[in-house]
């Protein structure tokens, strides 16, 4: 199971850190990721982590702005966002799928991150 909480209602500029915390199973051979789906829009890939060497992967859209991480000990996810745009707005998930399935088996919940100008 996955629950994502941290969005809000921000300015332009500001920063936010969304969290996914982790349970019921292992994820030690998972890549985790982060996905967003403005309003009207589809849902598109944000950001992952692979859980066991930490690579990353972005968007070109957040590079240089995001960053995602994990803590072991909390089994976390992390997404943090910097110099917020108001295209950034949207509900953000947070998934996980194992390394050899290319399709994320599990979803969070979604939290909204609006971003005003």
């Known amino acids: 199971q996955l629950q994502a909480s941290g969005g809000g209602l921000v300015q332009a500029g500001d920063s936010l850190r969304l969290s996914c915390a982790a349970s019921?199973?292992?994820?030690?051979?998972?890549?985790m990721g982060w996905f967003r789906r403005a309003p009207g829009k589809e849902r598109v890939f944000v950001a992952a982590?692979?859980?066991?060497?930490?690579?990353?992967q972005y968007a070109d859209s957040v590079k240089g702005r995001f960053t995602i991480s994990r803590d072991n000990a909390k089994n976390t996810v992390y997404l943090a966002m910097n110099s917020l745009k108001p295209e950034d707005t949207a509900v953000y998930y947070c998934?996980?799928?194992?390394?050899?399935?290319?399709?994320?088996?599990?979803w969070g919940q979604g939290t909204q991150v609006t971003v005003s100008s």
């Open positions: 998934a996980a799928r194992d390394v050899a399935n290319p399709r994320y088996e599990y």
């Open positions: 982590i692979y859980w066991s060497n930490e690579r990353t």
């Open positions: 019921g199973r292992t994820f030690s051979n998972y890549r």
